[in-house]
């Protein structure tokens, strides 16, 4: 990575909050990125949506998460014609034959009592594996999408057993197949971790050093790590994951869970031949969990890293152009949706696109980089937030309302200091 020169000046946004001014760029095999940088346009111009990000360059910051969005050609090619700004492919492994999925694999929670069958769907729980497609499949599948989409950015997310030489002809052949980039699925919470993948990894900062460091020596395309929510502290292995070479952070992969019980049969959801396993929770309801989380590897990474060249892709609970405005301000070059795609369909990026554009404007913002990072300042610690009440209560006891007492009066302050005391 190049070490790069940054600035830092006060600006000030169409709506008055005054913003600090961070810039970065970075190379990379002689791609440059623009990085952190906050900065608001004078000028009123159509927004731009479009991203650059670790020299891939992006339409949108809408990506598709890895997941059943991303299973197959067919739904790929999809969402490159509805306009999402890239894809990331539903994880893939060497070894197809291990992966075996059950149905039912999903269960919804809703906002109203156990069982609710009207309410809005809030949460959503998967016990769904990676791709259980054959290895070779996914390759030509990846192989025709770059021939049909070449300047579409398409994203392989990997998974394998704690083996290097796996990993090394796992990257090797996905590379062959001309993806723009990876997404390491470190962080799968259920079934894939019992084979010492998934969040097992993720979870282990020694485990996941090692695993980050075969990954980043075979790699010649950016490497994103995705890291698991189910840990203590998100950002030791953000940190281990961009000491070990990875380019980017995505977070958060969905959080362990389980759905609920069902109080007529006493079976837990979702509900296979009587029985069931934790899995995956996602949706709305994790949203403040995600943007916490990313909020937390924001600011590590830039206390830290600083200039250098990495990216942060934020998920979690992504329904509107809102949910992905806060993701952006908490310093997210990109949003991906997943179980927003498989509630309300490819087209939801249209919808996405606009109200992220409506935000954009209300600000006087003409592009994403304009307002990505700049709530990050705000977060400080209680301590802090005790000192800061204790003087702001102090100014305002300072600022007289009216005469104290007869003292007071002055000569030449006369009548002002008659109307300090009128009412009305």
């Known amino acids: 990575m190049a070490s790069l020169s940054s600035s830092s000046q006060v600006i000030r946004g169409n709506s008055g909050v005054e913003f600090p001014q961070l810039r970065r760029s970075g190379f990379r095999n002689g791609i440059s990125r623009v ?6 346009s004078e000028t009123k111009t159509e927004p731009d949506l479009s991203v650059t990000v670790n020299g891939l360059k992006m339409p949108n910051p809408f990506v598709i998460g890895s997941g059943p969005p991303g299973t197959n050609y ?24 291990k ?48 021939k049909e989409y070449p300047d579409r950015i398409l994203i392989a997310s990997i998974m ?50 090692e695993v980050s460091e075969w990954i980043n020596a075979k790699a010649t395309v950016p490497v994103w790590a995705k890291m698991t929510p189910n840990v203590t502290d998100i950002t030791q292995p953000a940190r281990v994951a961009l000491k070990s070479g990875s380019e980017g952070i995505a977070a958060i992969n969905t959080i362990m869970s389980v759905m609920g019980i069902n109080l007529d049969t006493l079976r837990p959801e979702p509900c296979v031949e009587g029985y069931s ?11 403040p969990i995600a943007l916490g989380k990313v909020m937390q590897i924001a600011k590590m990474m830039k206390e830290e890293f600083g200039d ?33 795609v498989m509630m309300h369909g490819y087209g939801l990026v249209k919808q996405l696109c606009a109200e992220l554009k409506d935000f954009m404007r209300k600000h006087n913002f003409s592009s994403v980089e304009d307002f990505r990072g700049a709530s990050i300042p705000y977060f400080t610690t209680h301590t802090d937030l005790v000192r800061r009440q204790k003087e702001a209560i102090r100014q305002r006891k300072a600022i007289k309302k009216g005469l104290q007492s007869d003292k007071d009066w002055t000569g030449d302050g006369f009548v002002k200091e008659t109307e300090s005391m009128v009412s009305n």
């Open 160 to 209: 394998e057993e704690y083996n290097k030489s796996a990993w090394e002809e796992l990257i090797e052949r996905v590379e062959e197949t001309g993806v723009d980039a990876i997404e390491v699925n470190f962080s799968c919470p259920h079934g894939m971790p019992e084979r010492k993948m998934g969040a097992a990894v993720g979870q282990d900062c020694v485990l996941l050093e």
């Open 308 to 340: 250098k060249d990495y990216s942060l892709s934020g998920i979690g609970g992504v329904e509107t152009g809102s949910d992905a405005a806060e993701f952006i301000l908490l310093g997210a070059n990109t949003v991906q949706v997943c179980t927003g």
């Open 35 to 40: 990085g952190f940088k906050i900065v608001a």
């Open 99 to 146: 992966v075996i999925n059950v149905t039912p694999r999903y269960a919804r929670l809703r906002a109203g009592g156990n069982g609710s069958a009207k309410g809005l769907i809030i949460g959503w729980e998967n016990i769904e594996l990676i791709s259980d497609r054959p290895f070779e499949t996914m390759l030509a599948e990846f192989k025709q999408l770059k």
């Open 74 to 97: 067919t739904v790929m090619k999809r969402a490159f014609d509805e306009g999402w700004g890239a894809v990331i492919a539903k994880t893939v492994s060497l070894d197809a034959t």
């Open 277 to 287: 396993t934790p899995g995956g929770y996602s949706s709305k309801a994790v949203h």
